[in-house]
């Protein structure tokens, strides 16, 4: 069972545009939401997170948008630039421990 | 402040062989988690260590093992490769059960 689901799979923006991507979660433990970018051969770069008690966290350009009653959240890229083409995984996790993550999105911003 | 490093960079093993992959955590962090990343999927957790004890596994074989050392380097050990076991495995450090940050990643390669 996928603990969490993420939308949509690719996302083509042109430069200056707004990039949102989703992601629904199954299990309410669950207490700790980030987002990761990832560049292809490297490791995943934690973008911004946040915990369920607040229901939006911006750092810059990135904005997490998090309904808990839902059980969604999605990250927004104000102003998107080339520079942000990279594959965001969501996650989850439940006391820091195992962290469950999405399938990716690839985000393309074209000039 | 010295990152996360994981050691090969990239490795080729024949199917029945075993293999040793090392992390090497960020400064400070006592807490070491395995991923395992299939090409175009999300990491999927192997297991987490802290304080050199074992912290939590997810549903992986037992010929998936590790250590961790009192420095909180950490080895990863998969006996009897299969082909599916070629994926970028990923280790990631954090304080505890904190933001974890992860490292570059090992490219195995089963044949």
């Known amino acids: 069972q996928q603990q969490v689901k993420q939308s949509p799979q690719s996302l083509i923006v042109q430069k200056g545009g707004i990039s949102i991507i989703n992601c629904a979660y199954e299990n309410t433990a669950f207490d700790y939401f980030p987002w990761y970018q990832q560049f292809p051969g490297k490791g995943p770069a934690l973008l911004i997170a946040?915990?369920?008690?607040?229901s939006e966290k911006k750092e810059g350009r990135f904005t997490i948008s998090f309904n808990k009653s839902a059980k969604q959240f999605s990250l927004h890229i104000m102003d998107s630039q080339p520079g942000d083409s990279a594959t965001y995984f969501c996650a989850a996790s439940k006391n820091g421990n195992q962290f469950y993550f999405g399938t990716g999105t690839s985000l393309t911003v074209i000039p | 402040e010295t990152g996360v490093t994981q050691s090969p960079t990239h490795l080729i093993k024949t199917r029945g062989q075993q293999v040793t992959l090392r992390c090497s955590s960020q400064?400070?962090?006592?807490?070491v988690s395995w991923y395992q990343q299939a090409l175009g999927q999300g990491p999927q957790f192997i297991f987490q260590y802290y304080r050199e004890e074992e912290n939590g596994r997810g549903n992986f074989p037992p010929r998936f093992s590790g250590l961790q050392f009192p420095n909180y380097s950490s080895e990863l050990n998969v006996n009897a490769l299969e082909l599916d076991d070629s994926a970028l495995y990923l280790c990631a450090s954090s304080l505890s059960q904190g933001e974890q940050y992860f490292g570059p990643g090992t490219r195995l390669t089963v044949t």
């Open positions: 946040i915990r369920p008690d607040v």
């Open positions: 400064s400070g962090h006592n807490t």
